[in-house]
């Protein structure tokens, strides 16, 4: 075996992990067994995992042991333990979707997000907790207990994908894929202090999982570092148009420019937002400046009113998928009120306010491109709040008046839903009360690359990924 | 001056009169005169045309004479004179769209398809009657009167683009643009014996036309002969994906496939269909037989279920464009009552529904597909009835029990709007009280070269295309 502690083991990143099995320092087996021991340790408390697949892993641990011995070692992540959002479909294993309805649904193919895993030799631990049909932006799960921030176990985790977010926070696997259709991926990701992605839309494969809103829905990895993230995203095989840049890991640093125009929208993403909050994500423009950033102000004029509007977009999909399965509203007892109540708005929207809602959305689109005409990434924060305790339905921001707290946790996220094009969520720093605060970089469509780039280049500069929660 | 009579003149083919211009035999002004005297003649009595152009359309012709004269002849549409239906936006000239809502609008921009006749030296002789905002296909329009048949002038010339179909099949020019969301090009065409296409969607630019139903609206030519119809429709400068065949009507003779592969969908597309019509399409297929068709029985499985569950698309777009304009509901009591009536029924239209037309329609373009994967081309009356009487809103249709006429007029053509795929009607014969009948040819996407190869070779062994309306 080895030397290294389990906590070593368990917070190491996917490259040094990858050279360590090259070098056969560690097997497989260990890193697998240091994250078992996490969620043994912590999962339950944090409703982190729906489905632990111990035997499984251990199983696949072996094999990737004995694959790598034989010199037959794939990419990467052959050998790393990860885990998947439970609305990805798995071959015979359980995919609840957070959900009552499909609490005993056992999938007879894979997602193909579930392909890709098993192709690059990654080992999956388990399905993760998340918000009933990654419908809701908190994490709050009725049926399986809500997804606990581990930073503050008393404060959520974001979600939809919360329990990814909490999993890879707390070294029970070195990454995760979540889907991200309002926010799902970065929200939480912002909220514990982890690399999130939600990548262009179209670039990856969204078959096998279980939709919200199929136009809006975005498969992503969540990470604990950018090149973490870069990795799982590569394996997740997106397809790019003829003369865009692939993203490669090994490309990152020296992909990056070293002169850039990075775009700051005052008006939308810096308004009406907590002052820690603010001042974080202020101090990290700031910093980006010294890192040879050119930054000026963007507008993006009809954005705020577009997403008023384009939100019928989503619920509408949202009702329509459920009521084309015949979960909705045949089987309205068995959803919790909140997913419940937006299946039932999102059934009285009108096809002309729909409509609507897509020349509201051409709206915002062209709005970005203008932006990304002058720029090369806008920053804002990810979330104008920290993490909000459990079961806080409203908020009150920089001494406002109260709103509700899903709408804010939504409100800086949403747009990139819309305009289809990428957005990662970086950690940027802690409040005085400890909890972590995310840097949102937006950049324009296929522009993942670059905006990887320009990430590693702040996280190179700062120590915040370095921090891990302290679970007891 | 020139020795033929006004008549002969007015019926000659694009092709005759082009080349008659270009040897100086006649001059555009002839051309104009004659097309001129017939308006003058019918125009009222048919409501034909909503406005004229007389003394623009004799300048237009003095240019074009004087550069035809000097040697700069431009292609063969130059100096040969057309109208457009009255939903095309004409610089300075008033654009009613058959509205009383836009009665007195006069647009300070062309459409795209009037500027394309402007750079092919067309003459404009003036804007056409249609259905109400393009909204109906039987051409009554409660503000301008019927369109009138001119082979039985108690009977409906069809619609929307029915005034443009008179105008053809009365001398009045020699080509028309009409536009297709449901069947508006081929109805009228069918009705009054001459040739209408309805082109792949995305072919055509619909700029500056008055929306019905943005995601079907097509415009295309209403000629009276298929190669007529091929110059109008290159007219329209139309753009093909890379690798697509580009129609010329010079080549339409030589693409025609010795042999190929007609498909007959006999449960949807011959069943409920008046028995005169019956048996002239069955005629026609009978004659393709001759012309080295395999014809095969086709069947497009999710058809009838989708055509149902589509309606809600057009009927959802054209609401919400009108509420877009602040028309509808603010001026309602400015529609006929059939318009009003589909809006009012469209405004109610749920998301959720329109959400699961959209996926009906995905099924009707796979069933197409499919057939087009086994055949060259899909042979169907355009219309199950000829030309029912002005005003009557039911019909009884091989002796069956009485449905809207409106619904079927539509029934047959309405299933290329939602597949996207070009259609074409020409004439296949008359019923025995002499009111034309339609033969629809449907292709598969980017296939209009074949068609109207394929459309040619018939029309090349019959004689219904040379028949005229008398009119008194």
Known sequence: MNSRSESELAFLSIEQAARLLRRREISPVDLVEAALA?????????????????????????????????????????????SLKDNFATRGIRTTAGSKILAGWIPDADSDAAKSLAQAGAILLGKTNMHEFAYGITGENPHYGPSRNPWAPDRISGGSSGGSAVAVATGMGFGSFGTDTGGSIRVPSALCSLVGLKPTFGLVSTAGVVPLGASFDHVGPIARSVTDACILLEALDGKYPRGEKRPDYRKLRAGRPRRFRAGVPKQLYFDRVDHEVRELVEGAVK?????????????????????????????????????????????????????????????????????RGLSARREIVEDFEAAFERVDVILAPTSPIPAPPVGESQVRIAGQRETATRAELLRFTRPSNLSGMPALSIPCGFTRAGLPVGLQLMGPRWGEARLLSIALAYEEATEWHKRHPHVT
């Open 38 to 82: 996490r969620i043994e340790q912590a999962s339950s408390k944090l409703n982190v995992f729906l489905t632990v697949l111990a035997d499984w892993a251990r199983g696949q641990a072996k094999k990737a042991e004995s694959e790598i011995r034989r010199g037959r070692a794939r990419g990467p992540l052959h050998g790393i333990p990860v």
């Open 287 to 355: 910093r980006f400046e010294s890192l040879g950033a050119r930054v000026e102000e963007v507008s993006l004029p009809r954005l705020e009113h577009g997403v008023e509007q384009a939100t019928n977009l989503i619920v509408a999909e949202a009702s329509a998928y459920h009521e084309s399965q015949g979960y909705f509203p045949a089987r309205a007892a068995e959803y919790g009120d909140d997913v419940r109540g937006h299946l039932e708005y999102g059934h009285k929207v009108l096809a002309v306010d729909y409509l």
